[in-house]
């Protein structure tokens, strides 16, 4: 005992740095418990007719709702970093024990440095559950939830266009999954002088799993001879042909890119990019899962700022703060990345650089606030 003393000694913690991080920890992981159960209950709730009409084992089920929980409690770590701040430390502030520390001659640099102790550990486990551990969590939920719960899958986006090979584009209007079906298909092919050698519109175009081909319906058929600058037209009710193409390259369930690992995503992106397709949601999700976890030194700043101060309306009036500092957190993160996702680069901008920026943006303003409530909190 002598010895596990002498050794918190020697790295400087103190009997309260010990205590701060003890009630900042087990609040924490306590709502983690909370916040997952109360979760479940609802999510079991709207699905349960599916479950059972799926007939669900429960030994799956089980397993999903602990993917589920797993999934949960990483999408609001921040959330639930900041509420357990305020709730313990406001605690604290209520009973002047935050004011004795300091009136004992104690700087609120080292009154904070228990905090970022404790947020340190949580950020660590949150990089490797974002980046490694959560995916395989992921795997095991989506396969359950496509099997049992959501088993329709279409895709929402129109106006698809890939380049399926060099020189080769494709387009579909849109694209109906579970009939393996696109809609309005037109197909270019170009030489290596970009000269057009090919152009077919068809009404739709169906994916022919047994023998891997393409059936067109109405196909317009155009084949161009640059050096001649001849033409031959045909008009087909049905053509098949084979095209180095599936519907899975134009669309796929956003949520599977949440099962793929950091080094798996690196690969997907390079590999949709070579396709032609649009990545910037792949890669603010790439920058997502190590943001998120800074998110929790962002949010024990701000926290403690905001908490550590005696209010007169107590700790109803920090809950109110907390609820809605985060509110506003949520709304500038979700802000900034749709505009990020969908609006074009700035010029000047290069395209890596921009999707950093956005996706640090969010942490960067807060921290700025939090910066700022640092300064004004009780010194």
Known sequence: MAGGSSWLQRIGLTRLDRYI?????????????????????FDLMEYLDDLLRNEAPLGGTLLYYLSFCFYFGNLLSGFIVFLTIIWFTSRLAQQTEVIAML???????????????????????TLVISHWILPLANGQKLDFDFQYIH?????ADQHLYREIQPGV?????SITVDRETGYRFQLERWNEAGQMTQHITAAKAQWQSEDST????NAAIRDLDPASGTERFRYLTAFDTTLAMR???FGQRSELISTMTTPQLDEHIAAVSALGAPITRLVLERHARTTNAFTIFVMTLIGVAVASRKQRGGMGMHLFLAVLIAFAYVFSWKLITVYAAEA?????????????FSAWLPNLLFGALGVVLYRLAPK
Do not use: N, Q
């Open 21 to 41: 991080m003890r009630k900042f920890l087990s609040t924490f992981f306590f709502m983690i418990g909370v916040f997952c159960v109360i979760a479940v209950v």
């Open 103 to 125: 009136s004992g001659g104690m700087s609120f640099r080292r009154f904070l440095r228990p905090y970022f102790l404790a947020a340190t550990l949580l950020a660590g486990m």
């Open 151 to 155: 088993t329709k899958f279409s895709i």
């Open 169 to 173: 584009i494709a387009y579909f209007r």
């Open 214 to 217: 393409w059936h067109l319906v």
């Open 247 to 249: 519907i899975s390259d």
């Open 344 to 356: 074009p680069i700035p010029e000047g901008w290069d395209r890596e650089v921009w999707w950093l």
